[in-house]
Structures are given as structure tokens and as C-alpha cells.
């Protein structure tokens, strides 16, 4: 059986304004990912990732360059235990 990893990621760099929530959605849904995304107050924007390893991989990897328009500068990658609701929704700014 496959592993479920949970990840919290803080996205910095020129990421709000550029449609990374978005991308970010569709991104995990298309790999069947649970979780949320939100910007930051610090504009930063906040993603959490739940789902079989190698999807979540895949899907760190694919946040490293995010949508055309963002400019991503640094992920800090925090591991997580507590599993989120099913689905991949868009939170309120922190």
C-alpha cells in the first residue's frame, strides 16, 4: 500500500497577483491531492498537500515553478500529520 504524505508549503517570491491559488487548485486536483491553499498577509502564499507520495512529490516539484506568471524564490516545506478534509479548496487570507 502506498503512502499518504502530508506537506505545508510557504511560497515566497512574486507569487500573489498571478493567479498561483488557481493554479495551485488545479494542479493538485488533476492529481487527486486533499488540502488548501491561501495567500499570506506577508505575500507569501500557504499551501497544504495531502495524498499518495508520489503525487505529492510530483506536485512539490511542480510548485517550485507555479503558474507562467509567478516568480517562486523559496519553498519552505514543513511535514504534517494531521490528514486535511477531502477535496482541494481555497482558503481566506492569513
Known amino acids: 500500500m502506498s503512502e499518504i504524505t502530508i506537506f505545508r508549503l510557504k511560497i515566497k517570491g512574486a507569487v500573489q497577483g498571478v493567479g498561483y491559488r488557481d493554479w495551485a487548485i488545479a494542479e493538485a486536483k488533476a492529481r487527486g491531492l486533499d488540502g488548501w491553499v491561501r495567500n499570506r498577509s506577508d505575500g507569501s502564499v500557504e499551501v497544504l498537500i495531502a ?3 508520489a503525487k505529492v512529490e510530483d506536485m512539490l516539484k511542480a510548485a517550485t515553478q507555479g503558474p507562467e506568471a509567478a516568480q517562486v ?3 519552505d ?3 504534517e500529520t494531521e490528514a486535511p478534509e477531502p477535496g482541494f479548496v481555497r482558503r481566506s487570507t492569513m
Open 77 to 79: 516545506i514543513h511535514k
Open 73 to 75: 524564490t523559496q519553498i
Open 51 to 53: 495524498g499518495l507520495d
